[in-house]
């Protein structure tokens, strides 16, 4: 039985000697890497804060004192800490252990929202909330990136943090240089000149030591220098602005030096408020593969960039060749460049990409002025964190009808990394806002063809959505419906029973619903509508030749692409049915993508089997909303 084994919870690790805690580091690599590799999983950013996460368990209390992680991403070897290696090797799988802390999982786990820059803010409620009730010998502990420092956020919470001074709040910044890709930004040059300056403190120690033993001089010296220590700080230590913040500060100090961390940790814990300890790690520590990728250090495996042929791929590829035609095409992304494809872009025009780092509002407000400035930005973000821009883009953009495109990458299921990072929002909230346009291609050539028509328009924001993974067969028009694709017509023989209109890829999986429909004898119509907002007007007169009209998109249901098509057919007052699918109003958990399609029941099965029971209805007579709740459905 390894040493790891025998870890029931953080308790085990208090009585460990330091030999015991190098050889339990070592267990962890070994589990993480050949876990991950096996799973997926985020395995660089975990190899990176083995000693720091055990030092952290050996300081604290947990569950009494509070772990706030930010991102979550380096949360495994929290997870084997707290008696979870057992289950480890269900790392991401449907039924076993998610990607991130989960409540469900643990009670030492407390955040599992994986978006970023948010760990301070809880900490400071969680430490407010322990003043308030009286229970000062309750700690909260904040474990957050440099990279999570780039977000606005977190600055707000450190402002306010400043303003309570004996908060019992520790606040670790764990400094690797790496997000998603290098850390951006004035703190990021401010976080690189750490790592090669002579720290004040060495100073300090080398002038005590010296000259304290020089006669008659020697004390009345030191007293001196160390009266502009200060001074000293300001020279060698870049980061006193947190101490000009108010906070006590501590660092920079190695953090793959357990014994080191937990010396630290325990001085910030007795201080008795607020303290930011800054600890310097290597991301992928210990495992040469990923200490030396050059483009994430395996921050994920397998890696989570723009593969060939992934819907990433193809719009960076074409986002070069807009970018050869159109010089005021300039992109924007947010701490995302190798996922969402920019890299290629970034590669050919180095001077019309910006990194802004996690901070998903400013990239959207930045992209406004780029706007007001003659360029035609294009912010290609994750679908699940356009969530964190909604009011940038609503007063910011849209109000001033900026021609800004929104590139949103993972829409829809995305898969294993769960409930946060669904991509399953955007296209309700999206149609709130006035004047916005959105696009949703079902197939390589359409992203090109989608992404060319939302850069031309001038007068107003443009979206275009795809999901996460590889691109499926391409599939052309038999006939325009207005500016829609008709991808099916009925077969011969059979009548215009069923219009069917799929977003994006729903469009493909209508194909094979219509397959299966022919053969109980039900003519379908598949339309692709290629833009899902505003929704093209011809759809009034071909609902009125079918039966029943039928709505599908990979979204949430409420307030999305289906509700927009039975409010549009209201308002012309056709009376023909609507029956509207999409993704249940609930947090959905991990899974892969057809897995959780298959639970919520988007599968041309269970699509078949509804809408042939739908048809049956309407032919015995039976008018009743075809948008009532089936088994997969919310309620509206």
């Not at 009286?134 to 502990?141: F, H, L, S």
């Not at 050059?294 to 807009?322: K, N, Y």
């Not at 346009?437 to 328009?457: G, I, S, T």
């Not at 119509?525 to 007007?537: H, L």
Request: aromatic share 6%.
């Amino acid at each position: 039985m390894t040493l790891l084994e025998c870890i029931n919870g953080p308790e085990d690790l208090k009585e460990l000697s330091q030999d015991q805690l190098t050889r339990l580091a070592a267990e962890i690599r070994d589990l993480l890497i050949e876990t991950t590799t096996r799973t997926s999983g985020h395995l660089g950013p975990n190899l990176g804060v083995v000693e720091l996460t055990i030092a952290v368990h050996r300081v604290f209390d947990s569950p009494k004192d509070r772990i706030v992680f930010d991102t979550g991403h380096q949360a495994y070897v929290h997870k084997l800490l707290t008696g979870r290696v057992g289950a480890f090797s269900t790392l991401r799988q449907r039924g076993g252990l998610t990607g991130y802390p989960s409540r469900a999982e643990s009670e030492h786990d407390l955040v599992e929202n994986s978006h970023a820059s948010t760990s301070l803010s809880y900490a400071d409620g969680l430490a407010k909330a322990y003043k308030l009730r009286g229970e000062p010998d309750r700690t909260v502990v904040a474990i957050i990136g440099d990279g999570a420092l780039t977000g606005g956020m977190a600055w707000e919470a450190l402002n306010n943090i400043a303003a309570t001074k004996d908060a019992r709040l520790v606040m670790i910044v764990n400094d690797n240089g790496w997000s998603y890709q290098p850390t951006i930004g004035g703190l990021a040059e401010h976080l690189a000149a750490i790592r090669v300056s002579q720290r004040y403190e060495n100073v300090l120690d080398y002038i005590k030591t010296t000259l304290s033993r020089a006669p008659v001089l020697g004390a009345p010296l030191y007293g001196t220098l160390h009266g502009i220590k200060k001074g000293i700080k300001d020279v060698l230590q870049p980061l006193v602005m947190f101490e000009d913040l108010g906070l006590k500060y501590v660092g920079p100090i190695d953090g793959h030096d357990e014994r080191l961390v937990e010396n630290a940790l325990r001085r910030a814990r007795d201080f008795g408020g607020p303290v930011l300890l800054h600890v310097i790690t290597r991301k992928g520590f210990g495992y040469p593969e990923a200490e030396q990728n050059e483009v994430d250090c395996l921050h994920q495996v397998p890696a989570a960039g723009a593969l060939p042929g992934t819907w990433s791929r193809v719009f960076g590829d074409e986002m070069v060749a807009i970018g050869a035609r159109r010089p005021d095409v300039v992109a924007i992304t947010a701490a995302m460049l190798h996922p969402t494809g920019l890299a290629q872009f970034a590669a050919a025009f180095p001077d019309r990409v910006y990194d802004v780092g996690i901070a998903e509002q400013h990239a959207m407000t930045s992209a406004a002025g780029l706007a007001m400035g003659g360029l035609h930005p294009v912010v290609a973000i994750y679908s699940t964190f356009l969530n964190r821009a909604f009011d940038q883009t609503l007063m910011d953009v849209a109000l001033h009808r900026l021609p800004v495109t929104i590139v949103l990458d993972r829409a829809g299921v995305t898969g294993p990394d769960g409930a946060s990072h669904h991509g399953m929002w955007d296209g309700s909230i999206m149609q709130l806002v006035p004047g916005m346009k959105v696009a949703a291609p079902r197939d390589a050539k359409r992203v090109a063809e989608l992404l060319n028509e939302a850069v031309e328009v001038s007068d107003g924001p443009t979206v275009v959505r795809f999901p996460k993974g590889k691109v499926g067969v391409e599939v052309e028009a038999v006939a325009k419906l207005g500016g829609m694709d008709v991808l099916r017509s009925p077969a011969a023989g059979l009548g215009a029973d069923v219009l069917l209109v799929g977003a994006g890829p729903m469009a493909m999986m209508g194909l094979e619903v219509a397959d299966r429909l022919a053969g109980h004898g039900i003519g379908v119509t598949v339309v692709d509508p290629r833009w899902t907002k505003p929704i093209d007007e011809s759809l009034v007169d071909a609902a009125r030749q079918h039966r029943l009209v039928v709505a599908v998109e990979d979204n949430g249901r409420v307030g999305g692409f289906g509700d927009a098509v039975s409010r549009l057919l209201r308002d012309h007052d056709v009376d023909v049915p609507v029956k509207t699918f999409g993704l249940p109003q609930e947090f959905l958990s991990h899974g892969t993508r057809d897995e959780v399609l298959e639970e919520v029941g988007l599968t041309p099965q269970h699509l078949a089997r509804q809408i042939t029971e739908a048809v049956a209805r309407r032919s015995s007579g039976d008018d009743r909303e075809a948008s009532e709740t089936v088994p997969g459905e919310a309620a509206p």
